[in-house]
């Protein structure tokens, strides 16, 4: 089979479907409507002359030729992209995609200075194309393991084998209330026993999975996967949950928010730069590595 323009745009998107997990949750990603999507994918069914996936009320599922077929296009992509940065090291530039991986919120943090390298770069080239995907910690891992990142921002409490991490700093995270909920206002004395009937939100988001030991009341009546999730059901006066302090500030400061005994609910976790052992080095995976350890 010929590869030609057309097939590589096809592959994107066929790419894009699968690591978004269906049609409809990739039109987002790809800012383009479903049904467009849709068309796309069968397209590129009839050129490989395979069915890639099962799509339907039963929901998304790839075929043994569709797993097959993402894996292959994976190596396919990342070659065109060493390709384009070979080509561009040869002639002292740079060139081509800078893909973040990175976990939600981090942009309310002043230490956070992806921003910062973003800007610098684009000062040294005007050649590049950004591609910031904002995931769960574990997807952060795969993205850079995997080479659809040159770089990953998050947490991981159990490094893998094959990535590098750089650690860049601690995030404060702490046990809020909402107003509307008892604990908001509730005396000193009365604490203990409204924290042991409050429902804590569950969070499968791996930031405080592992580092939650307090006794509190996890029900599992609340789980969210992000930061935003847990927000919303913090506000709802409902639910008590940890957020990340930068994040969590926004609400504090206009007397939404409170902290529930900061000095006993609270603990911190390693934000890293994460990058892969097996990648080849690049100028563009250099420069992009070398601002983000500069501008944190």
């Known amino acids: 089979m010929q590869v030609y323009d057309v097939d590589l745009r096809l592959l994107r998107i066929f790419v894009a479907i699968v690591e978004c997990g269906g049609l409809s949750a990739a039109e987002s990603r790809l800012n383009?409507?479903?049904?467009t999507i849709s068309s796309h994918l069968s397209d590129l069914e009839v050129r490989l002359?395979?069915?890639?996936?099962?799509?339907?009320?039963?929901?998304?599922e790839l075929t043994e030729s569709g797993r097959i077929t993402y894996q292959a296009s994976l190596e396919l992509l990342q070659q065109c992209e060493a390709f384009t940065t070979t080509i561009a090291s040869s002639k002292n530039e740079l060139s081509g995609r800078v893909t973040i991986a990175m976990i939600d919120?981090?942009?309310?943090?002043?230490?956070?200075?992806v921003a910062r390298a973003i800007s610098a770069l684009k000062a040294k080239s005007d050649k590049l194309q950004f591609d910031i995907n904002v995931c769960?910690?574990?997807?952060?891992?795969t993205s850079v393991i995997n080479g659809r990142s040159l770089i990953g921002l998050g947490v991981s409490r159990h490094h893998i084998r094959g990535l590098d991490y750089y650690p860049l700093h601690n995030e404060n995270n702490y046990l809020y209330c909402a107003t509307g909920h008892p604990l908001f206002n509730c005396h000193e004395t009365a604490i203990a026993q409204l924290l042991s009937e409050a429902e804590v939100i569950t969070s499968n988001y791996m930031r405080d999975k592992e580092t939650r030991n307090d006794g509190l009341n996890y029900q599992n009546s609340a789980i969210a996967y992000h930061d935003e999730g847990i927000a919303h059901l913090i506000?709802?006066?409902e639910f008590i949950g940890y957020l990340p302090e930068h994040y969590a500030s926004y609400w504090v400061d206009k007397g939404l928010?409170?902290?529930?005994l900061p000095n006993q609910y609270f603990y911190q976790i390693p934000v890293a730069l994460i990058t892969s052992k097996n990648s080849i080095s690049s100028p563009l995976a250099t420069?992009?590595?070398d601002e983000v350890k500069r501008c944190h």
């Open 32 to 35: 383009i409507g479903r049904s």
């Open 49 to 60: 002359g395979i069915k890639l996936c099962k799509r339907g009320r039963s929901g998304f």
């Open 257 to 260: 928010f409170k902290p529930i």
């Open 136 to 141: 769960e910690a574990r997807e952060v891992e």
């Open 287 to 289: 420069a992009l590595i």
């Open 235 to 237: 506000l709802s006066g």
């Open 105 to 113: 919120t981090m942009v309310s943090d002043p230490r956070c200075g």
